[in-house]
T-cell receptor, first 115, second 110 residues
Framework: GAVVSQHPSWVICKSGTSVKIECRSLDFQATTMFWYRQFPKQSLMLMATSNEGSKATYEQGVEKDKFLINHASLTLSTLTVTSAHPEDSSFYIC???????????FGPGTRLTVT | RKEVEQDPGPFNVPEGATVAFNCTYSNSASQSFFWYRQDCRKEPKLLMSVYSSGNEDGRFTAQLNRASQYISLLIRDSKLSDSATYLCVVGGFGNEKLTFGTGTRLTIIP
């Protein structure tokens, strides 16, 4: 089956620093990838849609200058949390949209803790 | 009104019992419907897609009622391994974004 990886799986960083999270589709191409955030006991909330070779589309309330998304190839999208604050601590999950089946495959998630 | 609404539970059900979840969605233009399960601190995994004609996969049956804009999931002969959070998910056509419900927490009791 289709596999999506995320790296790192967990990260602890200090307030004010930036953190980059990678999302890779390992055995298929994905022109579209999605970034979600999930706070404890809440559902996944879509942050942005990442399209290969073009600018990401951000959901209302998500700051594009704070959450930088780059989708430079058909198998890799990155999310950079800039100037992280404790309230950015969350579970960040990406998904990749299979270009032929249109099924979304989810990565294992990255748990970010900002101290 | 939330785009996708679910009863958060928790549902505590004895092993072997049948349990049903419902979910309602607000966007009548929605085209795709799914049930995902999510284990604690893990990513969601697709359980099954939901079609208007209803579909069954082993012990799991999903139904869609477009007129009433609700989706259901029935689990028969529940197993301990069914304990998880079940997410109702609604999307548009093709590569449009998915909207997740808040999930229903299910615990199967031995």
């Amino acid at each position: 089956g289709a596999v999506v990886s995320q790296h790192p799986s967990w990260v602890i960083c200090k307030s004010g620093t930036s953190v980059k999270i990678e999302c890779r589709s390992l055995d298929f191409q994905a022109t579209t990838m999605f970034w979600y955030r999930q706070f404890p006991k809440q559902s996944l909330m879509l942050m942005a849609t990442s399209n290969e070779g073009s600018k990401a589309t951000y959901e209302q309330g998500v700051e594009k200058d704070k959450f930088l998304i780059n989708h430079a190839s058909l198998t890799l999208s990155t999310l950079t949390v800039t100037s992280a604050h404790p309230e950015d601590s969350s579970f960040y999950i990406c998904s990749a949209l299979h270009t032929t089946s249109y099924e979304q495959y989810f990565g294992p998630g990255t748990r970010l803790t900002v101290t | 009104r939330k785009e996708v609404e679910q009863d958060p539970g928790p549902f505590n059900v004895p092993e072997g019992a049948t349990v049903a979840f419902n979910c309602t969605y607000s966007n009548s233009a929605s085209q795709s419907f799914f049930w995902y399960r999510q284990d604690c601190r893990k990513e969601p995994k697709l359980l099954m897609s939901v079609y208007s004609s209803g579909n069954e996969d082993g012990r799991f049956t999903a139904q869609l009622n477009r007129a009433s804009q609700y989706i259901s999931l029935l689990i028969r002969d529940s197993k301990l391994s069914d304990s998880a959070t079940y997410l109702c998910v609604v999307g548009g056509f093709g590569n449009e974004k998915l909207t997740f419900g808040t999930g229903t927490r299910l615990t199967i009791i031995p």
